[in-house]
């Protein structure tokens, strides 16, 4: 949280602008040791760790189209992610006159 404000300090400051941001919501999908599903939306709210059998956490299943000349500089990001998570998969599609 400390990056987001001194992120929005600097705005308000060099764009003379007033700015609202607000925490964001995610809600995780708990399964307990005693079968019982809780979603919980606050990290306070958490059951004991040693009740819990599994916790499940939103994905984005997300599309990007861009030029191949940018391609590189936004998979850096993905390759990190899929490294760490293996959770991005990468799919090209190129133009019907590419030359296939």
């Known amino acids: 949280m400390l990056h987001l404000e001194i992120v929005q300090e600097r705005l308000e400051r060099e764009f003379n602008i007033d700015l609202i941001t607000t925490a964001p919501g ?3 999908k708990i399964t307990l040791l005693n079968g019982t ?3 919980v939306d606050n990290p306070s ?6 009740a819990i059998d599994k916790i499940e956490e939103p994905i984005i ?3 990007v189209i ?4 940018y391609l590189g500089e936004i998979l850096k990001p993905a390759g ?8 991005v998969r990468v799919h090209r599609r190129r133009p019907r006159d590419a030359g296939l």
């Open 37 to 39: 599903v809780a979603e």
């Open 45 to 50: 709210k958490f059951p004991d760790p040693a």
């Open 61 to 63: 299943d997300a599309s």
């Open 66 to 69: 861009t030029r191949e000349e």
């Open 26 to 28: 995610v809600r995780y």
């Open 80 to 87: 990190r992610e899929a490294r760490q998570s293996e959770k």
